[in-house]
């Protein structure tokens, strides 16, 4: 069985692992979107 200490430290884990993606995903799509923005999409 896991413990609550354990289940809350991987659900941190995955949180930051998702925000990591997010970050990579923005700055990567970024200019695209302010691009995209700039014609009015």
Known sequence: MLSPMRVRQ???LGIL???ERWAR???SGAKEFVLLEGQGW
């Open 10 to 12: 991987s659900r941190r």
């Open 17 to 19: 692992r998702r925000a």
């Open 25 to 27: 995903f923005v700055s």
